[in-house]
């Protein structure tokens, strides 16, 4: 597997890039609820939904706005190797041909999930999958960690939506799901399904409301 880097270089180079792609491609990025206490004595995984090229993107912008940790995001390692810059941002691989190599990079998140100051994401979809998707199929990594792990870390289920208005340039939502613990998870795994299909249904329900944070 490939390990994630941190090269400051790259992070100011990035955050440039970054801040003019979105004000050139959305009108705005907007948070429509408040984000839940994070104890800053433990690490935090977060679930963001996977349904665009934009995905970490988006995670990589609410990292800097609102959360600011030292973020990690998993990413296929096909894709990886493809746009080899992201490896200097956090961005580490998995593989999911073989078993093996799923269970080293899951490993891999539990390490980096030891240092209070990290914020892992993981896509439990494990792919792109369409954001209207009626049977959105989740896979086994966050229950896996959970259960492997020895110490307790927060795992925060993050809804993105891109809405397009009369606006010329659509509009990103995003929505804080209820903070859960990794105990809580493994325990309850079916806790974190049901949180994770539950926030995205109350970002349909409410993104509309004129009740949001603009971060951009």
């Known amino acids: 597997m490939i390990k994630a880097k941190h090269v400051k270089w790259a992070e100011i180079v990035f955050d440039f890039y970054l801040k003019r792609l979105l004000v050139k491609s959305f009108y705005d990025f907007r948070i429509i609820n408040e984000l839940p206490f994070l104890d ?3 690490s935090t995984l977060i679930a963001p939904n996977h349904f665009s090229w934009w995905d970490g993107f988006f995670v990589y912008w609410l990292n800097n706005k609102k959360l600011n940790k030292n973020l990690f995001v998993m990413m296929l390692e096909e894709q990886l190797k493809r746009y080899w810059f992201f490896n200097k941002l956090g961005c580490y691989s998995i593989d999911l041909n073989e078993n093996r190599k799923i269970i080293a990079s899951l490993k891999y998140s539990l390490d980096l999930l030891m240092n209070s100051n990290n914020l892992v994401t ?5 792919e792109i999958q369409a954001y209207d998707e009626k049977q959105i199929v989740l896979k086994d990594g966050i ?3 959970a259960r492997k792990s020895k110490f307790d870390f927060q795992i925060l289920p993050i809804a993105f939506k ?4 009369n606006e ?3 509009i990103i939502y995003a929505r804080y799901g209820k903070l859960l613990s990794s105990k809580q ?5 079916q806790m974190f399904r049901d949180e994770f299909l539950a926030n995205l249904d109350l970002l349909n329900s409410e993104f ?4 949001f944070k603009s971060i951009m």
Request: net charge positive; glycine share 4%; proline share 11%.
């Open 40 to 42: 800053s004595s433990k």
């Open 208 to 211: 509309s409301s004129s009740h």
């Open 185 to 189: 998870v493994s325990n309850f795994p």
């Open 122 to 126: 993981i896509y439990p979809q494990g």
């Open 168 to 170: 010329r340039l659509p």
């Open 143 to 145: 229950d896996f960690i």
């Open 162 to 165: 891109i809405h397009h208005t």
